[in-house]
């Protein structure tokens, strides 16, 4: 890990002094350990604050429509993409929110993110002194001693079924290892999901999203909830109630959630941003597998798409239409 | 309102339910179907209310799943056949969408009969009738939907 963060270092120390980028944005160490924090690098001497670990969870991208419109024009934005990131850059791309060249893609081939719940709820007391990571093994140094993780186990769901872990578009890759494309389709958990009888799998929908208060972080979270007015705060016309009753709750899940229709990515941001730890890729990866399935396509892998949505074929299947003899 | 639904759910579903469904119609061919059918006089349930829009391309899935909020048993759009759209391409857009909507509300647990799609055009009368027969029968043998509607407990159990 070390070699990939001196290498990410001396890369934006490079591209600042040569004012390729106006700034940098990147991964900081947290004010909590196993954390880090977003960290935008304008100015050479702060480089060395970069980081990069397995616990560089966020999705960058989200800021990029927000933020751009507010530079001085013609500034270039570095960015740091994981496979996911840039799938979600890409996409927004594909929906003509950002230029290519308003960015700089520096992609790094990931293997994946540790859920940090994993490991601190298998922790016996202590505090953390330092973590150390390697291909294999996590390993936490604390004040009682040494505790190893496997990698593999700790994973985020999202990082488990990744089918693209390096970056599908970037201008500099950084190589972790060797990460090709992967076929995980459809995800084990939506087809065990699939077979349960109808009232059990609303039930389930009921149950997980009933923990939920309404806190909107997982549209803030995603980067493809760019809309300037949310549906959910629409008034004219209002079209569900602002309460945190269920069928309120429910309502504006199932529709944001068919937004994400063709273009999510599973970067897994909204379920890391979710408070009450709802699971919310059990209903948006669903969509993500329906779409591969049904129209054999992934978003986010090259600018030049369309988007799912904006194009059709005359070929499409209608089976799903109701037929009378 | 609640005092509404909490009657209807009282009904005996078997014998007095008699389900509200929305029907959003083409302006320029299944609004026309249906015209076609009531002036033509063929029989068809009572259970639909018409919602014109200019095209099926026109529904966004979030007055799909308004409708079904709002308190109706069933929701039905219908459009141009493909190929005869009036703007060219509005249905073959909204067959992507529809394909997309259908099959997650199912999965997340919604009974597919309650959604449904068709293509209807304004010389078939007749197919129309079939459909709304067709539609209203399923509904009605499913009940009225209870678990998703504006301010209702949601329990997901229809008994």
Known sequence: MKRVESELI?????????????????????????RTSPCFVKEKEDVQRLVWNCFCTNNLSVYLVSLIPELPAGTKVGILCKGCDSRSLVNLIVEKQLKR??????????????????????????????????????????????????????????????????????????????????????????AKFR??????????????????????????????????????????????????????VLFYHLVRILHQAGRCVDCGACVRACPEKVDLRLFTRMLVDEVKERFDYEPGLSPNDSHLLGVFSTDDTQEFMVEVD | MKHE??????????????????????????????????????????????IKVPCSGRINPLYIVKALYNGVDGVLVSGCHPGDCHYISGNYFAR???????????YVGIESERVQFSW??????????????????????LGPLTYFRKGSTCKGDQT
């Open chain 2, 5 to 50: 639904s909490n009657e209807r759910t009282s009904f005996d579903k078997s014998k007095s339910f008699e389900p509200k469904i929305v029907a959003f119609l083409c302006n320029w061919c299944s609004y026309a179907g249906a015209d076609l059918a009531g002036v033509s006089r063929f029989q068809y349930p009572a259970n639909i209310r018409i």
């Open chain 2, 96 to 106: 992507r969408k529809f394909a997309l909507v259908k099959k997650f509300l199912e």
């Open chain 1, 101 to 190: 060249e308003d960015v700089l893609i520096m992609g790094i081939s990931c293997s994946g993110m540790i859920n940090i719940d994993k490991l601190t709820g298998n922790l016996d007391g202590g505090r953390i002194l330092e973590v150390e990571e390697n291909e294999e093994e996590v390993i936490l140094k604390l004040d009682t001693g040494e505790q190893r993780f496997s990698r593999k186990d700790s994973l985020y769901e999202s990082c488990k079924n990744c089918t693209h872990p390096t970056p599908s578009v970037y201008d500099i890759l950084i190589r972790v290892g060797e990460h090709a494309p992967k076929s995980v389709c459809p995800d084990p958990m939506i």
């Open chain 2, 120 to 141: 209807v055009s304004a010389a078939e009368g007749v197919r129309f009738a079939q459909i709304i027969d067709k539609l209203t029968n399923e509904i009605r043998k």
């Open chain 1, 10 to 34: 001396t890369n934006v120390e490079e591209l600042l002094e040569d004012k390729k980028i106006g700034f940098f944005m990147g991964y900081e160490n947290g004010s909590l350990p196993l």
């Open chain 1, 195 to 248: 077979q349960k009888e109808r009232l059990e799998r609303w039930q389930i929908f009921e149950r997980e999203l009933s923990r939920c208060v309404r806190c909107y972080a997982c549209r803030n979270a995603c980067p493809n909830c760019y809309c300037k007015e949310c549906f959910a705060e629409q008034t004219k016309p209002r079209w569900f109630g602002l309460s945190n009753e269920l069928s309120d």
